[in-house]
């Protein structure tokens, strides 16, 4: 039962993500967040943005047209995090369309700099909002065609969140940390696995648990439009990518 209603929440989550700006897509994997609610929730004077990006943003990042580079047919993105690296090697054929965002992402460097602002134990680790709000905003809508499900939601396959439409993915993937196959029917397209370092993977800080409003972890909405200035004040053990990269 307790594994049921797990699932179920990742389904909302990963279907909320695009609430307020999009799960898989960088709202919350299921957030259902209202704009009152939101608006409720936000303090009223926001922190200002730090960090790397606080200052200066690689201008393709501002522009996710510039997305549009075809990946390799199998390529690895070696993840730098807080707590060691990890490499995910993605497979073109198992879906086309998130590895090619995928692929983009960590060429742009989209993910360096951000944080696993939501982790379960047994269940998954997302990560992918940009720590920068006006890089968030900009990716909130960018968001790519469904591919079919070829692979299981199995233990270190990689899929992007989504909200419950259609075509709702965007930058927003989780890592499964158990064998989710009940995900499989809900259009979650695994598009790469962890081939080294699940061990940090697994080791990534779950503390805070689920996302607010069903948790006391990181409001999505407010990730989105605070960026780490919200994540480091609020939830300073959560751990991070400090940087990913294409590697051989």
Same mark, same amino acid.
């Given at each position: ?6 699932l179920l929440l990742v389904a909302i989550a990963l279907a909320a993500c695009k609430t307020s700006d999009e799960p898989g897509s960088s709202t919350s994997p299921s957030t259902t967040t209202s704009a009152a609610a ?8 926001? *922190?200002?943005?730090?960090? *790397? ?100 939601? #199995?233990?270190?396959?990689v899929t992007y969140a989504q909200t419950g439409a259609p075509n709702s993915r965007s930058t927003q993937v989780f890592i499964n940390y158990g064998e989710n196959a009940n995900l499989d029917g809900q259009r979650f ?44 004040? #609020? ?14």
């Amino acid at each position: 039962m307790k594994r049921t209603t797990s699932l179920l929440l990742v389904a909302i989550a990963l279907a909320a993500c695009k609430t307020s700006d999009e799960p898989g897509s960088s709202t919350s994997p299921s957030t259902t967040t209202s704009a009152a609610a939101m608006t409720a929730a936000t303090p009223p004077t926001p *922190p200002k943005p730090q960090g *790397p990006l606080a200052s200066t943003v690689h201008p393709d990042l501002l522009d996710p047209s510039k997305a549009s580079a075809k990946a390799p047919a199998v390529f690895k993105a070696k993840f730098t995090s807080t707590k060691g690296d990890f490499v995910i090697e993605v497979h073109r054929d198992w879906a086309p369309n998130g590895a090619d965002r995928f692929y983009n992402l960590v060429t742009m460097g989209f993910f360096d700099d951000t944080r696993f602002f939501r982790a379960i134990v047994g269940f998954m680790v997302q990560f992918g909002i940009s720590g920068d709000p006006a890089v968030a905003s900009k990716w909130s809508n960018a968001n790519i065609q469904d591919d079919p499900v070829k692979q299981s939601n #199995k233990k270190g396959f990689v899929t992007y969140a989504q909200t419950g439409a259609p075509n709702s993915r965007s930058t927003q993937v989780f890592i499964n940390y158990g064998e989710n196959a009940n995900l499989d029917g809900q259009r979650f397209a695994p598009f790469g696995q962890v081939v080294s370092g699940m061990d940090i993977v697994d080791s990534l800080y779950k503390g805070y648990g689920e996302g607010a409003p069903q948790g006391r972890g990181p409001s999505q909405g407010l990730v989105q439009s605070q960026g780490n200035a919200y994540l480091d004040a #609020k939830f300073p053990k959560l751990d991070g990518v400090k940087q990913a990269v294409i590697v051989p």
